[in-house]
């Protein structure tokens, strides 16, 4: 029953010092820590991970941010964790997200919201491969 999910402490999130406040949410939740790795993307990765975004406006910007500087990729793994995790973000906008939720607590700015995770099992799937080829 146990599901997996690419989760990303983003670079905004890493050169905040954010990084223990997300995994310690997450492994609080119960969700288990499968693969971890600290890198910079280089824009080929970066472009392939957002492919569905591809053509948006934001999308520049998007890459750029996503490889200003390191960032922590992280397979984690339990019941539903991608739904699971999802819900520790909170919603995308962090001035919409809940407070309690890592966004809703932690962000303000769309662009800069902390963390990213898979939203279905094909993203999941697809993600965890591109991250984590070996796994
Ligand atoms: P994420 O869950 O990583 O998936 C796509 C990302 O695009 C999203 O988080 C946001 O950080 C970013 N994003 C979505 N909408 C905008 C926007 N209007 N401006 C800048 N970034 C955006």
Redesign the pocket.
């Known amino acids: 029953t146990a599901e997996r999910s690419l989760v990303?402490v983003?670079p905004d999130g890493v050169a905040r010092g954010l990084v223990g406040e997300v995994v310690s949410r997450l492994e609080a939740k119960g969700l288990r820590l499968v693969a971890a790795e600290l890198r910079t993307l280089t824009a080929e990765v970066a472009e392939t991970h957002?492919a569905e975004?591809q053509g948006?406006?934001?999308f520049a910007?998007?890459v750029e941010?996503?490889t200003g500087g390191p960032l922590l990729a992280l397979v984690v793994e339990g019941p539903r964790a991608i739904e699971a995790f999802r819900a520790l973000?909170g919603a995308?906008?962090p001035v919409k997200a809940a407070p309690g939720t890592i966004r809703g607590d932690l962000a303000l700015?769309?662009?800069?919201?902390i963390?990213?995770?898979s939203?279905s099992p094909e993203s999941a799937a697809r993600e965890i491969a591109l991250f984590f080829p070996n796994l």
């Open positions: 990303l983003k957002y975004h948006k406006p934001f910007g998007l941010f996503i973000a995308t906008d700015e769309v662009g800069e919201n963390v990213h995770g939203d």
